[in-house]
């Protein structure tokens, strides 16, 4: 088990990770996500058991980066389990850590039900339905799932769609 | 100094002054247009400059603001590759943090900031864009960038500009070139217009030029000079022979009139039928005789002779006879004188008279001798084969030297006392006292 849990943690990459906590919190504010803020922005991060300490290690990063919120909003990080996918139900914004497909699909099901907007760290969930990832390839790319943000009728700010990529669903 | 300027615009002639008039005219509007033409392309310019970097800047600052924001600073520096790519003018950017620590730097060849024009584009705003970078979710800054654009579109520019100018100043000088040369020939034709019509005499008849098949106002002038050249021509032919015509009316007009003024002059002291002085002639002359043997103390000695009988020949032969004697009795009387100074006179009807100056009573009485024989020597003669009787004179002579209270009426008088005598006595006498 803790074998499998180190195998996992070894799959995600610090420097990445730092980029999801500042991105994170950003997506939420530039987007029509931003209305639905109540007191605080609220960031949901859905992982396997595996991957508590990833989930945990990503919200202190995001705690140090934004130590007095953003704009003039606190920063909410829920640390949910898929088997507690509810745990997100007013998270404006999930993030997907690695997981089965069951869990996977079912978070996903609930976060459109849900209107939030689910970002992944394997860019692979963008074919799931997952809305954002990060392209890793030379350089560090946010890609977007339009289809996916279209249907929650999310609206991203111009300036987002500027930076980052569109993601294309390959035809089966 | 403007006397002076009046008086050496006065000597330059109207094509000099028309030429310089056209040339700085030209200049002048074409140093204007060029002007204003030069000032608006390079204001135009350089607002389009200042707006094309300034559209990059905007455009780029938001989205490396995001990308920083979002700790994707390879994704800025693969960002600013592709503006520099894609943006040959610009030469520089340089992206950096709030600590002005430069996380980016792109630098093209031509970036050169030892160079002059850099500093003036520099002090124009126009070549150097700085921004500060934003975050575009707190709107705090995050960093800068700065861009430099190269100035080589300028110059570009420049050089178009100077390469329009100098067409356009060739353009001008070439179509200025023409209009001098076809203003000087306009002149060259007046010129010589005016060279004819100065050299033209109407009595030689030269004027060279002939109408014009111009319709301009050089063909005006030189038709209407030609047709008054015509005019003048004609007109100059009738008053020739007018003055021909003239000339010899006024010669032979002048000559009667001198012959007419002698003739006058004559009828005036001579009387017509004996051609001797008259009696108006004889009192002037005796007046001056007078007057000089007055003043000499010598003798006047006056002769008053008459024609005996003539009364019987104007009867006997009719007056055209007595016309003949009195003619003959004249001749007698003129070549008895012998003295330049004897005067003979007709005094009226058959009487004469003589003056003789410092003539004594001898004297007197040997020229009316010398008439007595000169009468005597014409009794043979005839008039119109009627042969004439002979005719004989009686004299009376006075002889005086003229005092101070002398009048010559005296002379006369005592004269024709002594006639008288003679006539009394017998006639054909000599009577001298």
């Known amino acids: 088990m803790l074998n499998s849990a180190l195998l996992n943690a070894a799959n995600y990459n610090e420097d990445i990770l730092n980029i999801y906590s500042k991105m994170l919190p950003r997506f939420v504010v530039m987007s029509s996500q931003k209305d639905k803020i109540d007191a605080s922005i609220e960031i949901c991060a859905l992982y396997d058991r595996l991957d508590e300490r990833v989930a945990r290690s990503l919200g202190d990063k995001i705690k140090s980066d934004y130590p007095n919120g953003l704009l003039k909003y606190p920063i909410k990080f829920v640390l949910s389990d898929y088997s507690n996918v509810e745990a997100c139900k007013n998270a404006q914004l999930a993030f997907m850590l690695n997981s089965d497909d069951e869990h996977i699909e079912r978070a996903l099901l609930y976060l459109r039900e849900n209107g939030a907007l689910a970002m992944s760290y394997d860019i692979g969930l963008l074919e799931k339905g997952a809305d954002v990832s990060l392209f890793i390839g030379r350089t560090v790319t946010p890609y977007l799932n339009m289809k996916s943000i279209s249907e929650k009728k999310i609206l991203l700010d111009n300036l987002l769609l500027r930076v980052s990529k569109i993601y294309v669903e390959a035809k089966k | ?433």
């Not at chain 2, 938001?62 to 390879?74: A, E, K, R």
């Not at chain 2, 203003?183 to 009595?203: A, G, M, T």
């Not at chain 2, 008259?278 to 002359?285: A, D, I, L, S, V």
Request: proline content about 2%; charged content about 30%; some cysteine.
């Open chain 2, 1 to 433: 100094m403007i006397r002076k300027i009046r008086e050496f615009s006065r000597k330059v002639s109207i094509e000099f002054k028309v030429v310089v008039g056209i040339v700085l005219f030209t200049l002048a509007m074409g140093s204007i247009d060029r002007y204003q033409l030069s000032h608006n392309l390079l204001s135009q310019f350089f607002e389009a400059k200042k707006s094309k970097n300034l559209l990059l800047v905007n455009m780029i600052a938001p989205i490396l603001g995001l990308n920083i924001s979002f700790g994707l600073d390879d994704a800025n520096s693969e960002y600013l590759d592709y503006i520099v790519k894609e943006n040959p003018y610009v030469t520089l950017i340089q992206l950096k943090n709030t600590q002005q620590r430069i996380i980016y730097e792109n630098k093209s060849d031509e970036w050169n900031p030892t160079r002059e024009n850099w500093d003036e584009s520099a002090k124009k705003d126009i070549n150097f864009c700085d921004k500060n970078i934003v975050d575009p979710s707190s709107n705090s800054i995050i960093g800068s960038v700065r861009l430099h654009f190269s100035d080589k579109d300028f110059q570009e520019l420049q050089s178009a500009n100077r390469l329009l100018t100098l067409n356009l100043i060739a353009i001008t000088l070439a179509s200025l070139s023409l209009f001098v040369i076809m203003i000087k020939r306009e002149f060259r034709h007046l010129k010589e217009l005016n060279e004819s019509v100065l050299s033209y005499d109407p009595k030689l008849n030269n004027f060279s030029l002939t109408k014009s098949n111009r319709s301009d106002e050089v063909g005006v002038i030189q038709n209407a000079i030609v047709s008054m050249v015509e005019k003048i021509g004609l007109y100059t032919h009738i008053l020739d022979e007018t003055n021909l015509s003239l000339e010899g009316k006024v010669v032979e007009r002048t000559k009667e009139l001198v012959e007419a003024n002698e003739k006058l002059k004559a009828l005036s002291v001579t009387d017509e039928l004996t051609g001797l002085a008259n009696r108006r002639y004889f009192g002037k002359y005796l007046e001056k005789t007078w007057e000089l043997a007055k003043r000499k103390s010598v003798n006047v000695s006056l002769v008053m002779c008459d024609i005996d009988y003539f009364k019987k020949v104007n009867d006997s032969y009719g007056h055209q006879m007595g016309d003949e004697v009195l003619r003959r009795v004249a001749a007698a009387l003129n070549e008895s004188l012998k003295r330049n100074t004897d005067f003979v006179a007709r005094y009226g009807g058959e009487e004469f008279v003589i003056v003789m100056y410092e003539g004594s009573l001898d004297d007197a009485t040997l020229l009316c001798q010398r008439v007595q024989e000169n009468l005597k020597k014409c009794q043979d003669l005839a008039f119109e084969g009627v042969k004439i009787d002979p005719v004989t004179m009686s004299f009376g002579i006075s002889c005086v030297v003229p005092d101070k209270d002398a009048r010559y009426e005296s002379a006369i008088k005592k004269a024709d006392e002594a006639l008288y005598k003679a006539k009394e006595n017998g006639r054909n006498r000599i009577i001298g006292c």
